[in-house]
């Protein structure tokens, strides 16, 4: 904006205290500093070499007799003044808080920008007036103002990982969010205030965040004086919201005077909003910013939360309550040392795990595990430390139960729920022998799926789903979609979802809450609906994003860049597939997919710096569902060290496996990445592979066109992708046609396909080995093109012999002929020249 200011004179940042206003104009100063001279201006008064008689004769004493016209002569000479200031140069005038800038000031700001002197750069905040003549100045389009709102929650996590190297506890970055609400000034306080304290601390290779994170001075400073100043029944009103929201307005009412809520939303603490759930007419009151109740929360007493509870259990006894309110209840009960039902946990319990409030279901299930020795209550607490991947306390959960209740089905399997989802499929498949019924036979399915035998997984759970009255049956339908996309019919998915799971709310599925939604956002995927499966993994990730599910985000993360990955948005979908200690999928088969999927996702980028070290970890996973994926990766890793016939191996060895597996889908992703690696002649035996959708049938399709030079059919992939949104994939295919076209004498439409096709590789951001040098006039040979790519690595011509068993002279021969088709001189040439 600064760089073009369109006729302003500069701009004003603009936001709540806290969101960043200060960091962003320190930048945007510094980055003038060398060029222009940089003049600052505070409410006391400036700095930076400005004649300081001059500005104290335009704001001092005499200032203040006069009225503001007559004062402006003065600002005249001080116009001049700031000038001259600059030497030459243009001077960039910047003040922070300018909305506590005196009348003076904000005259001389005004006046600065209406003669054009200079360049402006302002922050103010929106917590506060600002003076008239700064309101003008951008409300007569002087200046741009720019709005920054706090950062979204996942953004917020994400900063507070990387301020610690990436090794902040995924708990500690949930609350550090939540407290700080997105804005940078109060993060940065609360784990500076926590790292003072003790309460951050490191232990066994991550940063763990304590219950207690204190309240430093200036955190207080933020919001202290509109709480301090609060008289005792308003402050006391302020607890009781701090304690329970959000909490509905009808609540509040029966137990706090309507002048007291009015005294504390008056001075902008608590927000009132209809409810989330439970009727819109419904009115809930929230506090105005998490760091309200967390300053509240820290300073009251026990013994007076303990009495808040009370009177809101009493309160509530009797509404109407919604599913989430009533699992309040039970909490605080709990908390004031009450023991409801049996029944009453065990509800409680189910219906958190069922939405993913994990700890807090984890508690709950304890306690009726705990208080009433309830099988029934430790096995649900076990699934629930499974499902936060704490595997060692379920197996010491079980361990417990089976001492006490002796040998059970039950017991074992939810033991073997735990290995298959560790990745340890032969122990689960072991203990099973000899169990028998439907939960049996849907593990024996999820075995069969995560090793990646489909035919089974079909057999299995296509039995499953007819009896539709069965306990497994929604379970069974998830893997039979997942079987069927992986068979390459993701049509038939797509109705399997509808018959069976679209608008059921089962809650505890085996897997978690959304497995419905998130299934069938894969069979939209590989059905060629890329924009519509995206649509619904970006709910579905923000969702648990929003409700802090631990885990379930990562799951989703991965399911989301998957389909920007086949969108083509490779930098984008880079991020989903990054685990830290606050980004993680906690189940070791999602773990190892995310590993791939990164892999996958580097080599789309711009000299990635990969060798096989990056696929070696890849290379000594077990044959699974992603077997095909894990080829994929291993194959670019070779194609990029020119080892074209290993890359062939890897992908035909993938392919027939997967054939013999019944996984027509995956045989379609491993013959496409044969063709964008050079070897769609020796996909020729799996071209016929039975798929449905229009995705699919190009990725086999694409293979076939190039092999067989066929202009019309690779016309008709590339037309195919850019239909389902497959950019990435389109933009090699129009690069293909392209070389395909030129090689047969037609320019104008190879030139033709060639701007698509740079058109499309400019909209995602990749470069993968197709779309190098996309215009050439006299197409590479494919020895050439490898050498070529070296070089631009920065390979020497001895090491490129080396590398492709070559002469130096050789290498220097098919470099020379590189250099004239590409009309380039040097290797920096070549390098950008390459990336086009």
């Keep these: 904006m600064l760089q073009q200011p369109r006729g302003r004179a500069g701009v004003l940042l603009a936001g709540r205290n806290g969101v960043g206003k200060t960091r962003l104009l320190e930048e945007a100063a510094d980055a003038f500093a060398r060029r222009a001279s940089v003049v600052h201006l505070s409410p006391g008064w400036p ?98 103002r720019m ?155 026990v013994l007076r939360g303990r009495q808040y509870l009370g009177l809101l259990i009493e309160a509530y006894a009797g509404t109407r309550r919604t599913r989430r309110e009533q699992a309040r209840t039970v909490a605080w009960r709990l908390e004031i040392g ?27 299930a304890q306690t009726s595990w705990l208080h009433y020795e309830s099988v029934e209550g430790g096995l649900l607490y076990a699934h629930i430390l499974i499902s936060q991947a704490d595997f060692d306390g379920a197996f010491a959960v079980l361990g417990d139960l089976r001492e006490t209740a002796g040998p059970r089905t039950e017991i074992d399997l939810s033991r073997v729920r735990a290995w298959i989802l560790q990745g340890r499929l032969e122990e689960a498949e072991l203990l099973l022998d000899g169990l028998g019924g439907a939960r049996s036979d849907l593990y024996r399915a999820m075995i069969a799926y995560f090793k990646g035998d489909f035919l089974r997984t079909l057999d299995l759970t296509g039995e499953l789903i007819r009896d539709e009255r069965g306990e497994s049956r929604a379970e069974a339908a998830l893997f039979l979609m997942g079987a069927l996309c992986h068979a390459g019919r993701p049509l038939d998915a797509i109705r399997v979802y509808e018959d069976v799971l679209a608008g059921r709310d089962d809650g505890c599925l085996v897997l978690h809450e959304g497995s419905a939604e998130e299934m069938y956002a894969g069979a ?27 885990g379930l985000d990562a799951r989703r993360g991965l399911a989301l860049g998957s389909a920007l990955l086949d969108m083509g948005e490779a930098r984008r979908a880079l991020d989903y597939f990054t685990l830290t200690p606050a980004y993680q999928t906690g189940w070791e088969v999602w773990e190892r997919k995310a590993q791939v999927f990164r892999l996958l996702a580097r080599t789309c980028l711009a000299a990635p710096e990969i060798d096989d070290r990056d696929s070696s970890p890849i290379a000594a ?44 889908g995956d045989v379609a992703v491993a013959v496409h990445e044969m063709a964008r690696l050079g070897a769609a002649t020796k996909a020729a035996p799996f071209w016929d592979a039975p798929v449905q959708g229009p995705f699919l049938a190009a990725r086999l399709a694409y293979a076939r066109a190039l092999a067989t030079r066929d202009p019309d059919l690779l016309q008709e ?38 701007g698509l096709a740079q058109a499309l590789t400019a909209e995602c951001g990749a470069a993968t080995p197709a779309l190098h040098a996309v215009d050439e006039v006299q197409p590479l040979t494919a020895r050439e093109r490898d050498i070529a790519l070296l070089a631009a690595r920065g390979l020497s011509d001895k090491e490129i012999a080396e590398r492709l068993v070559l002469s130096m002279r050789t290498v220097g021969n098919h470099l020379h002929h590189v250099y004239k088709k590409l009309g380039v001189t040097s290797r920096r040439d070549l390098l950008t020249r390459m990336e086009r």
């Excluded at 927000?271 to 998490?290: F, I, Y």
């Excluded at 939209?524 to 599910?549: C, D, F, K, M, S």
């Excluded at 239909?723 to 690069?735: I, T």
């Design 524 to 550: 939209l995927q590989a059905a060629g609906r890329l924009e519509e499966a995206i649509a619904v993994l970006e709910a579905e990730y923000a969702a648990a994003v929003r409700n802090r599910q631990a």
């Design 717 to 754: 992939t590339a037309d195919a992708f850019v239909a389902v949104g497959a950019k990435l994939f389109a933009a090699e295919a129009f690069a293909e046609l392209s070389r395909l076209l030129r090689r047969s004498g037609k320019d104008r439409a190879a030139t033709s396909a060639a």
């Design 147 to 301: 709005d920054l709102a706090p950062l979204d929650t996942e953004s917020t996590r994400r900063l507070a990982s990387a301020l610690l190297d990436d090794q902040l506890a995924y708990d500690g970055a949930v609350r550090l969010a939540e407290m700080s609400d997105g804005y940078p000034l109060v993060l940065r306080e609360l784990m500076r205030g926590a790292l003072e304290l003790g309460t951050l601390s490191f232990e066994n290779g991550r940063w763990i965040l304590g219950d207690g994170v204190p309240v430093s001075l200036p955190l207080r400073e933020l919001l202290g004086s509109k709480i301090d100043e609060l008289s005792v029944a308003p402050h006391r009103a302020l607890e009781l919201v701090a304690l329970a929201e959000p909490v509905p307005l009808a609540i509040l009412e029966s137990l706090i005077s309507p002048a007291d809520l009015v005294a504390i939303e008056t001075r902008e603490l608590i927000r009132v909003r209809p409810a989330e759930e439970g009727g819109r007419d419904r009115l809930h009151v929230h506090l105005a910013h998490p760091l309200i109740g967390h300053i509240v929360r820290h300073d009251l007493p």
């Design 338 to 364: 009450e023991t409801p039902t049996a029944t009453e946990l065990l509800e409680t319990a189910r219906y958190l795990y069922g939405v993913q409030d994990l700890k807090a279901a984890g508690r709950i």
């Design 47 to 144: 700095e930076a070499g400005l004649d300081g008689a001059a500005l104290a004769d335009a704001a001092g004493a005499g200032a203040h007799r006069q009225p503001l016209p007559e004062r402006r002569p003065r600002m005249v000479d001080l116009m001049r003044s700031l000038g001259q200031a600059g030497q030459g140069r243009k001077t960039v005038l910047v003040a922070d808080d300018a909305h506590l800038l005196d009348p003076v000031s904000s005259e001389l700001i005004l006046e600065f920008a209406r003669r054009k002197r200079g360049l402006l750069i302002l922050a103010a905040s929106t917590e506060a007036d600002m003076p008239p003549a700064l309101t003008r100045l951008w409300k007569d389009d002087h200046i741009a």
């Design 621 to 664: 996973m077990a044959e699974s569902n992603n077997s095909v994926l894990q080829a994929a990766a291993q194959a670019r890793v070779a194609a990029m060290n020119c080892d074209h016939e290993r890359a062939a191996r890897l992908l035909t060895a993938a392919a027939e496996s997967a054939r013999a597996s019944g996984g027509h």
